[in-house]
């Protein structure tokens, strides 16, 4: 007898000893959703690491976690008019919602069926239900009971559990009932790979991409076993991506080794959700360089994540063999980005023709900018460097007639439409001018002469000198009515004088000159009612550079 109580003491103590170590074995709460075989809490994972609760989900417990799936949040997004990047950049508003679908202890699916009403972590409560075998809480369906955790257990349910105190001001109408089933989710049906989930988005985001891809010839690339991370760029990305580098879809369809260069810079080896990423991680690409160094909540882009200072729109779309985020721009790769940002250069538009009229300003046939009236300099604007079509027409008109031009980089170049319409005289001209960093206390006069029927002039400052014999462009050979100056801080009495002559003045001014500022003058409307036109414009302002 005492031999057999031995035997009996034995096994009990070794099993004593053994159940905490298979306890411990289980994951916890976050790397149970984390290793869901189906991927089917990419969503609620972000929202959890957005929030700050992994450490508290990943703590003693026990809790129970009611599980919206990822077509629970999109469809619950979807009817409340809100994307994941509203919600994600919010966590006070996450948190709530978060730990409403949080329960302080273990509950199991035996324990619930009596329809009980249990208070959640986040402090309201909600209400189980099990009528004609459908299984709920809070009127949605509970699809796959009792995952076990090491620190309790995880429900799994086909909508976002909403706490009353906030649904209110959640707008929108109510989330539209899943059809609830009595059984467990069956299998799960094979996923598309990623150029067949681009394909099919509703909205179309991804026929440029998919065009790029095709033209590069990276199709059976993208559908390979992978997995793969793609960041996609939608449609207006392209086109904002086009217009900044200055080429057009059919100029880069057809470079295929530029095209190629950019699009695997898109694509990093390996299967990363936002959850992964958003600690500010970086990730080796197909291309070489790495992206995602500022994977961050982005500061001035309204809260959003942002991937190279790209905002990120739309999160953990999984595809078949890897998954895609929808991004609101191109990335370039560095050596390309660099070769972009060298080859900038900066316009601006000086209407300064007396009789012609509001105009519309066209750059390579797309509207710049319309309504210009006389009188007025535009601000200026950075563009890619290179030859110009530009056209200034009456406002309304098309651009028939262009006028092309070489825009080199880093020049900084006002385009003036000058002369009278009356005497067929209405012409442009270009006019180069000086930004670089001036010198402390110093500021820039650049004058030009754009007074039809005047002769050559010279500009008197405080009745000295300033710029002498300044003509009217294409009257007085290679002259093109431009002249610059530096000057001190001070303030000048300007006047503009037939050259060789001190009185009488055909245009007078009070210039106080200010360091670190260029102005521009332009003398200009007609002989019988001249104007002196002054545009201040600071320098570093402008440049980004210390004046």
């Known amino acids: 007898m005492r031999k057999v109580l031995s035997v009996v003491l034995l096994i009990a103590v070794l099993a004593l000893s053994v159940l905490p170590v298979f306890a ?153 009932a899943a059809e609830p089933t ?168 000086a209407h300064l023709s007396a009789d012609a009229g509001a105009v519309d300003v066209y750059v390579n046939d797309a509207l710049l900018l319309e309504g210009v009236t006389f009188g007025t300099v535009g601000d200026w604007l950075e563009v890619p460097a290179g030859a110009k079509n530009i056209a200034v027409v009456p406002t309304g008109e098309s651009p028939e007639n262009s006028n092309l031009k070489r825009i080199e980089a880093g020049s900084w170049v006002t385009i003036a439409a000058i002369g009278l319409v009356t005497n067929d005289t209405l012409s442009l001209e270009y006019l180069v001018e000086d930004y670089s960093p001036l010198a402390e206390g110093r500021a820039r006069v650049t004058v030009f002469h754009a007074l039809p029927g005047a002769p050559a002039v010279d500009i008197l400052a405080n009745g000295s000198p300033l710029i002498i014999g300044l003509a009217y462009p294409g009257t007085f050979g290679d002259n093109d009515g431009l002249d610059t100056r530096e000057v001190g801080n001070a303030t000048f009495a300007l006047q503009v004088v037939v050259s060789g002559t001190t009185e009488p003045a055909l245009l007078s001014a009070t210039l106080g000159a200010q360091p670190g500022i260029n102005y521009f003058i332009a003398a200009t409307g007609t002989l019988e009612f001249p104007s002196l036109v002054i545009i201040p414009t600071n320098v570093a302002e402008v440049t980004g550079a210390a004046s």
């Open 24 to 176: 411990q074995e289980r994951p916890s709460i976050p790397e149970l959703l984390t290793n869901d075989d189906q991927g089917r809490f990419t969503t609620l994972l972000a929202a959890v690491e957005a929030a700050g609760l992994v450490e508290t989900l990943s703590g003693e417990g026990p809790f129970t976690v009611l599980a919206p799936t990822n077509d629970a949040f999109a469809a619950a997004l979807e009817s409340m008019g809100l994307t994941p990047m509203d919600v994600l950049s919010n966590p006070e508003l996450l948190a709530s919602i978060l730990t409403y679908h949080v329960l302080p202890g273990q509950y199991f699916f035996r324990t619930l069926t009596d329809g009980p009403t249990i208070a959640t972590v986040q402090g309201e409560e909600v209400e189980f239900d099990l009528t004609d075998g459908v299984f709920t809480v809070n009127g949605i369906n509970i699809s796959d009971v009792d995952n076990l955790a090491s620190n309790g257990i995880v429900q799994v349910i086909d909508g976002v559990l909403i706490p009353p105190s906030i649904a209110a001001t959640l707008v929108p109408a109510e989330q539209p």
């Open 182 to 349: 009595a059984a467990p989710a069956g299998q799960a049906e094979t996923r598309p790979n990623l150029p067949e989930a681009l394909a099919a988005d509703p909205n179309g985001r991804f026929t440029t991409l998919l065009a790029a891809v095709e033209a590069a010839g990276l199709v059976d690339a993208l559908n390979g076993e992978g997995p793969f991370t793609v960041f996609a760029p939608t449609n207006a990305a392209f086109d904002e991506a086009l217009a900044y580098l200055g080429i057009d879809a059919e100029d880069l369809l057809e470079d295929t080794e530029l095209l190629t260069r950019i699009l695997v810079y898109h694509v990093a080896p390996g299967r990363f959700f936002l959850r992964n990423l958003i600690g500010g991680a970086s990730l080796p690409t197909l291309q070489g360089d790495s992206i995602g160094d500022q994977l961050t909540l982005g500061e001035g882009q309204g809260g959003a994540f942002v991937v190279n200072g790209i905002r990120i729109s739309d999160v953990d779309n999984v595809a078949g063999n890897g998954v895609f985020f929808a991004i609101d721009g191109v990335l370039l790769p560095p050596s390309i980005a660099a070769e972009a940002a060298a080859n900038r250069a900066h316009i601006r538009v």
